[in-house]
């Protein structure tokens, strides 16, 4: 203990020295009084930062007049700090005093979290705050390029990439990507939940960590839905196994659950949820599953609760809102978020039903939010032939309508924006019974 001590104390006067040599350390560096573990350390720097706030020249005449000598160490102290001086070792040495201060600070936080009996979603949310206390950020392009050299000629699997088996929306969107928002959104009744679903078993199946904030259908009903899709069992006959099941699904029945059990998916049906309090369920189960990557999959857009009422919020400003909400947390776990919402009603009063970006209800930021849009639209819930070359929302035109299925339940996924790739509609069999999709 006395060992790290001192080298902790030797690594603050380098960086107290050096900063005495090159000024705009004192602010450039991003300390902080309280990082430094030596009280006559701290005193030092918080003169330092007052005398660099002022525009004045940092020195240890300069700091004798801020402080007293007995609190800064006397004149002798400060003037043999300049000899630990190292500008080239400077982010090293930062680096270390970091750590050191993070793990005092993870030791003083779960002790405060046992004296006054924090809940658990509140001890990890802050003590993952301490990762985000990053002082120093690699900005030099070189090393990225010079891995970027061999894409070319080397295939690379993306594993972090939460793939798609349907081919022709993998043509076009890859997969999930993270940090990237996708919006799923259709009217009711048209297999927004079954896509979801769909995605969700296909991360599992993967190796990924698919969590569902299932905010309307319960959590029984969406396990149901899902050992139908799994066991290919018409899901009218999930109301009652012992009397509609075959003699052959029965034996089949622990095969099916077992199968859904190794996809390891998370369900939370609270409905009333906020984004904070997704943000936080999905934080505890990041570390529950520390080396599972997550996907988060939401259902639905328009009933997640705003972290605020305020009385003169428009429905489209708490959406706009919940919608930005989503891309940071994509963004802050490093994972995909995959929404759904609905569509307002002026698609029925046209007589092209196929729905348009713009019908999405209570818009807000999410065109400009989402990486991805995919709008869901099924020519028989209408009980019509559409005719897709009239087709006309400006991000579509000229896309080619892929067709994979022939049938009477043609599902279209309608790729309306895309970030990183192209646009148009990929053409899915959608079985209605059993929840099942594929091309």
């Known amino acids: 203990m006395m060992k790290t001590n001192l080298s902790i104390e030797l690594l603050e006067k380098a960086l107290l020295g050096t900063m005495l040599e090159e000024n705009y350390l004192i602010q450039d560096a991003g300390l902080r009084?309280?990082?430094?573990?030596?009280?006559?350390?701290?005193?030092?720097?918080?003169?330092?930062?007052?005398?660099?706030?002022?525009?004045?020249?940092?020195?240890?005449?300069?700091?004798?007049?801020?402080?007293?000598?007995?609190?800064?160490?006397?004149?002798?102290?400060?003037?043999?700090?300049?000899?630990?001086?190292?500008?080239?070792?400077?982010?090293?040495y930062l680096e270390i005093v970091m750590d050191s201060w993070r793990e005092r600070e993870k030791q003083r936080i779960l002790v405060l979290a046992q004296t006054e009996n924090w809940p658990v979603e509140k001890v990890l949310e802050t003590l993952d705050s301490l990762q985000g206390n990053t002082i120093l950020m690699n900005t030099n392009l070189t090393p990225t390029l010079v891995e970027q050299s061999e894409r070319p000629y080397i295939e690379k699997v993306n594993s972090n990439l939460v793939p798609v088996t349907l081919p022709n929306l993998k043509n076009m969107i890859d997969g999930f990507r993270q940090g990237e928002l996708t919006i799923i959104a259709g009217r009711p009744s048209m297999g927004k939940t079954d896509v979801m679903n769909h995605f969700a078993l296909t991360a599992g199946e993967k190796g990924f960590l698919p969590i569902i904030f299932s905010l309307e259908m319960s959590r029984e009903m969406l396990i149901d839905r899902m050992i139908a899709v799994c066991g290919k069992i018409n899901r009218t006959k999930m109301r009652n196994p012992y009397h509609l099941f075959s003699d052959k699904q029965k034996e089949q029945w622990i095969h099916i659950l077992n199968e859904l059990n190794k996809k390891n998916i998370q369900i939370d049906?609270?409905?009333?949820?906020?984004?904070?309090?997704?943000?936080?369920?999905?934080?505890?189960?990041?570390?529950?599953?520390?080396?599972?990557?997550?996907?988060?999959?939401?259902?639905?857009?328009?009933?997640?609760?705003?972290?605020?009422?305020?009385?003169?919020?428009?429905?489209?400003?708490?959406?706009?809102?919940?919608?930005?909400?989503?891309?940071?947390?994509?963004?802050?776990?490093?994972?995909?978020?995959?929404?759904?919402?609905?569509?307002?009603?002026?698609?029925?009063?046209?007589?092209?039903?196929?729905?348009?970006?713009?019908?999405?209800?209570?818009?807000?930021?999410?065109?400009?939010?989402?990486?991805?849009?995919?709008?869901?639209?099924?020519?028989?819930?209408?009980?019509?032939?559409?005719?897709?070359?009239?087709?006309?929302?400006?991000?579509?035109?000229?896309?080619?309508?892929?067709?994979?299925?022939?049938?009477?339940?043609?599902?279209?996924?309608?790729?309306?924006?895309?970030?990183?790739?192209?646009?148009?509609?990929?053409?899915?069999?959608?079985?209605?019974?059993?929840?099942?999709?594929?091309?």
Not at 49 to 59: E, G, L, S
Not at 61 to 78: D, H, M
Not at 79 to 92: H, Q, R
């Open 33 to 92: 009084m309280e990082m430094f573990e030596l009280q006559i350390h701290r005193s030092i720097f918080h003169a330092m930062q007052q005398i660099a706030n002022n525009r004045k020249p940092v020195d240890p005449l300069t700091i004798l007049t801020r402080r007293e000598p007995q609190e800064v160490g006397g004149a002798n102290y400060l003037a043999t700090l300049k000899s630990f001086a190292n500008v080239e070792k400077f982010e090293s």
């Open 269 to 439: 049906d609270r409905g009333g949820l906020t984004v904070s309090q997704m943000r936080a369920q999905v934080r505890r189960l990041i570390h529950t599953y520390p080396d599972k990557k997550p996907i988060v999959l939401i259902d639905y857009l328009q009933i997640i609760y705003p972290e605020e009422m305020n009385g003169n919020q428009t429905q489209t400003n708490i959406i706009g809102r919940i919608s930005s909400d989503l891309k940071r947390m994509a963004k802050e776990f490093d994972c995909p978020v995959v929404c759904l919402a609905q569509l307002n009603r002026s698609v029925e009063a046209r007589q092209n039903k196929r729905p348009l970006m713009s019908d999405l209800r209570d818009s807000g930021n999410i065109e400009q939010d989402a990486d991805v849009i995919i709008l869901l639209y099924r020519d028989l819930y209408y009980e019509q032939q559409s005719n897709t070359s009239h087709f006309d929302d400006e991000s579509l035109n000229n896309q080619p309508v892929q067709r994979t299925a022939k049938g009477l339940e043609e599902l279209e996924l309608i790729i309306a924006k895309n970030r990183n790739g192209p646009t148009g509609i990929v053409i899915a069999h959608y079985n209605k019974l059993t929840g099942q999709i594929k091309e």
